[in-house]
């Protein structure tokens, strides 16, 4: 599904973020990305969203070659994706139910097919009851509980998350973990950066691929039982 082929990313005016890395994602897979901050691990997720290009090397999603493919293909690429960022990015002037609207507003999908999947996904995180609050109402946990319901409300085929945890206490990252396992045993592809997955302990039944970065490259890549 996702494929990196010694991939390098320099940005200009500044040192490569990654250099000649190489990895397969199949479908369905939960897979960790750690290392340190600045390892890299933004980087790798902007490149497997088709956000970011490569310098050199080939990314593939779905045997299609991010690089060779023009600008006005890659918003139909990144469909298949559903991003949770750590600061949220919410739409702090719109209510719960508005803010998870976005997306298929985007997409042209409005009327009561809009509504029912926007009320399943608020559903899904157990937000249903404050469709109608304001994000700023909301405690951390549930913001990023928002984000993620904005997320998968295209139903995404792969779902990307850049330290969705890191701004949150033990019980609310454990229940923002627990919501990635569930849509990861429906078949989703779920890939999260973060500092330390073997320390969630949460997931320790969970089989999963763990790809660890430092300072750019690609160090380990494993399956955690």
């Known amino acids: 599904m996702i494929t990196f082929?010694?991939?390098?990313?320099?940005?200009?005016?500044?040192?490569e973020a990654l250099t000649n890395v190489s990895f397969t994602?199949?479908?369905?897979?939960?897979?960790?990305?750690?290392?340190?901050?600045g390892a890299g691990k933004s980087t790798l997720l902007k490149l497997m969203a088709a956000i970011e290009r490569p310098t050199t090397g080939t990314v593939l999603i779905n045997n299609q070659n991010v690089s060779k493919l023009k600008s006005g293909t890659l918003p139909y690429v990144r469909r298949k994706f559903g991003l949770v960022f750590q600061d949220h990015k919410l739409l702090y002037d719109r209510n719960c139910y508005h803010n998870v609207a976005l997306p298929l507003s985007i997409n042209g999908i409005t009327g009561q097919d809009a509504g029912k999947r926007i009320r399943a996904a608020?559903?899904?995180?157990r937000l249903l009851d404050k469709e109608k609050a304001m994000p700023i109402t909301l405690s951390g946990g549930e913001q990023q509980r928002?984000?993620?319901?904005?997320?998968?409300?295209s139903r995404p085929s792969i779902l990307i998350a850049d330290e969705p945890t890191g701004n949150l206490d033990k019980v609310y990252a454990a229940d923002i973990l627990q919501l990635f396992n569930a849509f990861q045993q429906v078949g989703v592809t779920v890939i999260i950066a973060t500092h330390d997955a073997l320390g969630n302990s949460q997931n320790e039944h969970v089989s999963s691929k763990i790809l660890h970065l430092n300072q750019g490259r690609l160090v380990k890549a494993e399956v955690a039982v």
């Open 122 to 125: 608020l559903d899904k995180v």
């Open 146 to 153: 928002l984000a993620i319901a904005r997320a998968v409300v």
């Open 25 to 37: 994602i199949n479908q369905g897979e939960l897979v960790y990305v750690t290392g340190h901050s």
């Open 5 to 15: 082929d010694n991939v390098t990313k320099r940005y200009p005016g500044s040192h």
